[in-house]
């Protein structure tokens, strides 16, 4: 059984649920959102997505709870129209690795005390196309790319 996410014009997301079903919920539907995504589940089985809101060039993330699906935008450097990673620690905070078209620098961005905050990783020659991203036992980022 093939699963996966679909993308129109804004962020769809495409869930199995209990009972063997696919059911597809809208997640972001302002503006041209959802290409090069990203998606994971917490220990409580919610998706964490990361995607790029064309509209803006910019770094979007969004997270499922019992109350709904929530969004937000990522202040992140320059333009990103690449390919970006998620992936989140044992208490559940997003880790987030995505590339910067305009500088071609790899970045890393994760959120501390209910901020995200975005340090530069590589930025020698064009560096970070197509990162993955993995969080070790001790809480360090490993990103390949």
Same mark, same amino acid.
């Given at each position: 059984?093939?699963?996966?996410?679909?993308?129109?014009?804004?962020?769809?997301?495409?869930?199995?649920?209990?009972?063997? @079903?696919?059911?597809? @919920?809208?997640?972001?539907?302002?503006?041209?959102?959802?290409?090069?995504?990203?998606?994971?589940?917490?220990?409580?089985? %919610? /998706?964490?997505?990361?995607?790029?809101? @064309? #509209?803006?060039?910019?770094?979007?993330?969004?997270?499922? #709870?019992?109350?709904?699906?929530?969004?937000?935008?990522? %202040?992140? /450097?320059?333009?990103? @129209?690449?390919?970006?990673?998620?992936?989140? #620690?044992?208490?559940?905070?997003?880790?987030?690795?995505?590339?910067?078209? %305009?500088?071609?620098?790899?970045?890393?961005?994760?959120?501390? %005390?209910?901020?995200?905050?975005?340090?530069?990783?590589?930025?020698?020659?064009?560096?970070?196309?197509?990162?993955?991203?993995?969080? #070790?036992?001790?809480?360090?980022?490993?990103?390949?790319?």
């Amino acid at each position: 059984m093939k699963r996966f996410t679909l993308f129109l014009l804004f962020l769809l997301c495409t869930i199995i649920t209990a009972q063997g @079903e696919w059911r597809i @919920e809208t997640v972001d539907a302002d503006g041209f959102r959802g290409r090069y995504t990203s998606i994971t589940v917490d220990r409580f089985g %919610n /998706p964490h997505i990361s995607y790029l809101d @064309e #509209d803006t060039k910019g770094l979007r993330y969004a997270k499922r #709870d019992f109350t709904g699906w929530h969004t937000e935008s990522i %202040n992140t /450097p320059g333009t990103i @129209e690449s390919h970006t990673a998620i992936t989140l #620690d044992h208490r559940d905070i997003p880790h987030i690795a995505f590339y910067e078209k %305009n500088d071609r620098d790899l970045w890393y961005a994760t959120m501390e %005390n209910g901020q995200w905050t975005t340090e530069l990783v590589d930025s020698e020659g064009w560096s970070g196309g197509g990162p993955d991203i993995l969080i #070790d036992k001790f809480g360090k980022p490993h990103i390949s790319y």
